[in-house]
């Protein structure tokens, strides 16, 4: 089979960016190349605490005890109650940004994952 006729066609030309275009660049040999980075941001977290009115409650009724002393010169009433002490707390944390590094990292990336 022969083909008898002149065809027209466009030319193969190597990959070329809109900026290599723009600019009449003919490039023949584009890359594109990628490096891992270490970056790190340092966080400082300290505790917060609030305290608010403590309320009191007895519990019951109270006891009491009576010792003589035993020579007799006195006595020595002791009076106990039980009760219930509310204290309300609120907890948190505070964070505080450090300034961010960045640095090179060891090796190369084979691709970047988004």
Same mark, same amino acid.
């Given at each position: ?27 023949? +040999?584009?890359?594109?190349? &990628? /490096?891992? =980075?270490? @970056?790190?941001? %340092?966080?400082?977290?300290?505790? #917060?605490?609030?305290? *608010? ?21 006195? +006595?020595?009433?002791?009076? &106990? /109650?039980? =009760?219930? @002490?509310?204290? %309300?707390?609120?907890?948190?944390? #505070?964070?505080?940004? *450090? ?16």
């Amino acid at each position: 089979m022969r083909i008898n006729e002149a065809y027209e066609h466009e030319a193969i030309l190597p990959y070329q960016t809109a900026e290599d275009a723009a600019a009449g660049s003919n490039c023949n +040999c584009n890359k594109i190349s &990628t /490096q891992c =980075v270490d @970056v790190s941001a %340092p966080l400082t977290l300290s505790p #917060t605490a609030s305290i *608010g009115t403590a309320t009191v409650a007895c519990q019951g009724e109270p006891s009491i005890t009576c010792v003589t002393e035993p020579d007799g010169t006195c +006595c020595v009433v002791t009076l &106990t /109650q039980k =009760v219930c @002490v509310t204290v %309300p707390m609120r907890y948190g944390v #505070t964070m505080t940004a *450090g300034e961010p590094k960045i640095g090179c990292a060891d090796g190369t990336c084979s691709a970047c994952g988004y």
